[in-house]
């Protein structure tokens, strides 16, 4: 029999909140993390609001701002969800072996230094000519090292082994938006295998940056309802017009059960399934068919040795985009069949915008905490159906429900699909 595996610790930094607590009343209450881009001048963009961390720094969770300050955003957002999952788990009071103890994280690329690349552009193209030697002459002259290794994705997964002396397998990888539902996927099948008995996992990312902002609003994927920056996300509403980004961490413990048992840990819920599929179709494209993520719930399901009757709840990936939702909405109808109307459907990204790399570890929270509460997140915002988007998105408000088994949905740019199945533990 493979080893079954638990959630022992949680933590948490997004717009809506600094915690889980505070996240989960938020998102119950249906409130909002977007607003007006602060953190350089949108001014002249498409787009000029955001979802972002607000008045969070490293000193929350007792770590030295200065020994920091050099690290990447998301990096910082990492080692605080980090720290609050390792907290909330007590698995380093637990006697636990290193080299049983990895991490495994879907973390995207740090701090991008917009103002030093500029001025590397502008010292190597004079008088309309671009001289290659003197761009990396500036380059010498202008770039930090420091600084430029932290843009590396694994560094925060380096930076969280260092601190918990967690010298087992340590991984990261960049699905885009299903990065980090696949790095707990992929931390799973480790703890499954027994090459670790516990893994650190989730992820973190900003790209709230003029490159990252540049390159979504050339995709034409990011909403510009400027006016009204709260209601700008609004998945599977027929006035949607692209998502809102956010940023932060989302961090799990997870924990081979038996060893969670002995040392007498609070268990959040099991992950039951893990499904990941490419669409090998497009690049930035869903295939209209929505194959590829028909493949990952399936695969997620079967894997948890569940039946589709047995979901009570889907967070959706629910993006906002006109193509996505309308996709993942037909996934879900030829999953679930004929019960595909009994099945709530919500996205959370309508409140906390997409955290992209971490959007997946957070909603898999969500879903924990869906179970462990008995209430369904709404999505806010669903004001104008869509007859192309018919199924149940628990809409604006929060709903009581007693849900035994649920599913996660990450989608990622690339074809990447990734459907997590959590249940709740009743020992």
């Known amino acids: ?14 717009p809506m909140g600094h915690d889980v607590a505070t996240v989960w009343k938020g998102l119950c209450e249906g409130e909002s993390g977007v607003g007006y881009t602060t953190l350089f001048d949108a001014s002249s963009f498409p787009t000029r609001i955001a979802a972002e961390v607000k008045n969070w720094s490293v000193s929350s969770v007792g770590e030295s701002t200065e020994q920091w ?26 006697s636990l072996d290193p080299p049983r103890f990895g991490v495994y994280t879907g973390c995207g690329e740090g701090n991008q230094d917009f103002i030093a690349f500029a001025r590397m552009m502008a010292a190597g193209l004079q008088d309309g000519t ?17 600084v430029e290794l932290e843009q590396e994705p694994n560094m925060p997964a380096a930076h969280l082994a260092g601190m918990f002396n967690a010298q087992g397998p340590n991984f990261n990888c960049l699905t885009a938006c299903a990065a980090s539902s696949q790095a707990v996927g992929e931390a799973t099948e480790i703890i499954r ?4 008995d516990v893994m650190l996992s989730g992820g973190a990312h900003s790209m ?36 809102v980004l956010g940023e932060g961490a989302a961090m799990v413990v997870l924990e081979e059960l038996e060893r969670a048992k002995r040392r007498g840990a609070a ?42 009757s047995d979901i009570g709840y889907v967070n959706a990936h629910g993006t906002s985009t006109t193509v996505n939702d309308k996709v993942e909405t037909l996934a879900c109808r030829t999953v679930f069949g004929e019960d595909a109307m009994k099945v709530p459907v919500s996205s959370t990204k309508s409140m906390m915008g997409h955290l992209i790399a971490a959007a997946g570890v ?10 462990r509460h008995g209430v369904l997140p709404p999505t806010i ?23 035994r088994y649920a599913l996660n949905n990450s989608f990622g740019f690339g074809g990447q699909n990734v459907t997590l199945c959590l249940g709740g533990f009743d020992g």
């Not at 869903?286 to 040795?305: E, N, V, Y």
């Open 381 to 403: 915002n669903y004001e104008f159906p869509d007859p192309t988007c018919d199924l149940d998105y628990v809409p604006n408000q929060a709903r009581e429900a007693r849900v």
């Open 208 to 243: 709230i940056h003029p490159f990252g902002v540049t390159g979504f609003n050339l995709l034409t994927a990011l909403s510009e309802s400027n006016e009204e920056p709260t209601k700008a996300s609004r998945p599977f509403d027929a006035k949607r017009n692209g998502f």
């Open 130 to 146: 671009y001289s290659p030697e003197r761009f990396i002459k500036a380059g010498i002259e202008t770039l930090d090292p420091a």
């Open 267 to 308: 268990i959040y819920g099991e992950v039951l399934g893990y499904g990941s599929t490419a669409d090998a179709y497009r690049i930035t494209d869903i295939p209209p068919d929505g194959h590829g993520g028909i493949a990952s719930m399936r695969m997620a399901i079967h894997d948890a040795g569940l039946s589709p």
């Open 362 to 371: 957070t909603e898999m929270i969500v879903c924990l905490m869906a179970i």
């Open 69 to 94: 300050e050099r690290r990447g955003r998301h990096t910082r957002f990492a080692i605080g969800a980090g720290k609050q999952a390792v907290s909330d788990s007590g698995i380093l009071d637990s």
């Open 1 to 14: 029999m493979r080893r079954r595996v638990v959630v022992t610790g949680l933590g948490m930094i997004n």
């Open 193 to 196: 295998r027994g090459d670790a």
